[in-house]
């Protein structure tokens, strides 16, 4: 039991976390919002990453992850793909450059249902990761933590649903975020200017003894 609990606990830090990390309010849209458009080869050169997260002893379907990163980023990537593969130094840097995106796009879908309950204590464990690595500041740590029961009081009663996405598109200093509903409809749709969600978003992904920055720097692929 104690075992199942820690598992919990993991899929909501991995598949949350940055939801919780890329907003400064709780805001829910009405039904006429629009969904962002998708990434799409029209971007140009682009960086590609995709994993399938489980869990560890049953080997259980948690989640996918995609991440689309462009501009700078994706020319920075490739040419430390041209260099070596493989090295801590080679997996720092392409972890630098990822989070430090300017122009990306991430799809987080959904394969197993999560309470709020599980998801408030595991979002915890990575955002303190987070913080320790200096990609967001102590302060900032400190209200994200504060604020996520009332930002996400929208899933209190429904949780996370086996189905439900999340879209997140950076375009300079500016994040859109969206949660989805399996049914398609948009429970939050959220702008946040400023470098520090932006940093908080990728950085979740990237920083060191994160549970997706291996098995994606693995999957990198250049589109």
């Known amino acids: 039991m104690k075992r199942l609990k820690r598992d919990m606990s993991l899929l909501a830090v991995t598949g949350l976390a940055s939801l919780v990390l890329a907003s400064v309010g709780y805001a ?21 990453m995709h994993m399938l997260m489980e869990r560890t002893i049953f ?3 948690v989640l996918t992850l995609d991440v689309w990163l462009g501009g700078a980023a994706a020319d920075r990537i490739e040419g430390l793909v041209e260099e070596k593969r493989g090295s801590r130094e080679f997996e720092d840097a392409i972890a630098e450059a990822s989070t430090k995106a300017q122009d990306a796009y991430v799809l987080i879908e959904f394969l197993r249902d999560v309470s709020l309950e599980q998801f408030l204590e595991g979002v915890n464990e990575d955002l303190v ?32 649903l086996r189905g439900d996405q999340m879209h997140y598109r950076v375009s300079g200093n500016s994040l859109h975020t969206q949660y989805r509903s399996v049914e398609g ?39």
């Open 28 to 48: 829910q849209t009405a039904a006429s919002a629009a969904p962002l458009d998708p990434w799409s080869s029209a971007e140009g050169r682009s960086v590609h």
């Open 59 to 61: 080997k259980v379907n």
């Open 129 to 160: 990761k987070v913080a320790e690595a200096g990609v967001i500041s102590q302060a900032e740590y400190e209200r994200v933590l504060a604020g996520m029961p009332i930002w996400y009081a929208f899933l209190e009663e429904r949780g996370v």
């Open 185 to 223: 409809e948009i429970l939050l749709d959220q702008v946040d200017a400023g470098e520090s969600p932006r940093l908080a978003m990728l950085g979740t992904y990237f920083v060191r003894d994160s549970s997706f920055r291996d098995d994606l720097i693995k999957s990198l692929s250049i589109d």
